[in-house]
């Protein structure tokens, strides 16, 4: 089956058109999908975003972000592949998601920050994606419980943007929100 929604790549665009593509964007309605539990998926999401199926990596990206459009966190913390026939459960090590790109505008309180994701996905870091750290990673809410951890390459870019406003206090502002770098 060929893919329906072309990845968001925020290299080169503005924030404003990163969000436009992030509007315009529509997800299956995995909240309002209640079947029975039917088992486990045999699938699993390592730290660093790789998926994996009966212990081998699922090596198709395509495959991998149209499971991430049926993929959901439950009340008790655990992840789902949920249709509205089937819910399958699924191993997460960290967070199902890896934020792999950033692009950044304006500076200090007028900063603006967004995120491409792996599953082709884009978030503003701001109101509603809040950056945290948990046990050392820095994560991002990308939407309804779903996280991505920040790529290393990603963390050191807005590190470096961080360290050049204000050494004393690392941190960046986005979207209105101030966010610290450091526990």
């Not at 665009?13 to 045999?42: K, T």
């Not at 599953?119 to 996280?147: F, M």
């Amino acid at each position: 089956m060929p893919e329906t929604l072309v990845p968001i790549d925020v290299a080169g665009r503005s924030i404003a058109e990163v969000a436009e593509a992030i509007a315009a964007r529509r997800f299956p309605p995995v909240e309002q999908w209640h079947p029975s539990h039917c088992g486990s998926s045999d699938m699993r999401i390592a730290r660093d975003g790789s998926w994996f199926h009966q212990g081998a990596p699922i090596g198709r990206e395509a495959l991998v972000r149209q499971f991430s459009r049926i993929l959901r966190r439950e009340p008790d913390g655990s992840f789902v592949l949920v249709t509205p026939g089937e819910k399958l459960s699924i191993e997460v090590e960290l967070a199902p998601l890896v934020a792999t790109s950033m692009v950044t505008e304006g500076a200090g309180r007028e900063r603006r920050i967004a995120f491409g994701i792996n599953s082709g996905d884009a978030v503003v870091l701001g109101p509603g994606h809040e950056l945290r750290l948990q046990d050392g990673a820095p994560l991002v809410h990308v939407r309804s419980g779903l996280n991505a951890i920040l790529a290393r390459p990603v963390y050191y870019e807005l590190a470096e943007v961080a360290l050049a406003e204000d050494p004393a206090q690392p941190g960046v502002w986005s979207d209105g929100l101030f966010f610290p770098l450091q526990a």
